[in-house]
């Protein structure tokens, strides 16, 4: 068949064709390896502040938790 024709056929005879259009990549989607930190900054998957984060405290220190006193003064209870 001459291409013209096949075209045609293949059109008129694939009914599922409109039905589903598959979604599209995601920008940069096929780009391998690792983008460098500018680029992530650029794209925003970086954020940069100069502020620390807020550390949230514990309700009782570690050390005290762990200390053999705090052991031993369980055991006495």
């Known amino acids: 068949l001459p291409e013209e024709e096949r075209e045609k056929k293949l059109t008129s005879c694939s ?14 989607f096929w780009e391998v390896g690792f983008p460098s930190t500018q680029t992530c900054v650029e794209r925003g998957s970086i954020k ?21 006193k705090a052991k031993s003064q369980k055991h006495q209870h």
Do not use: K
């Open 15 to 28: 009914r599922h064709r409109y039905r589903y259009i598959p979604p599209s990549t995601p920008e940069n």
């Open 48 to 68: 940069e502040d100069n502020q620390p984060d807020v550390r949230i405290r514990s309700r009782r220190p570690y050390l005290a938790m762990f200390s053999p």
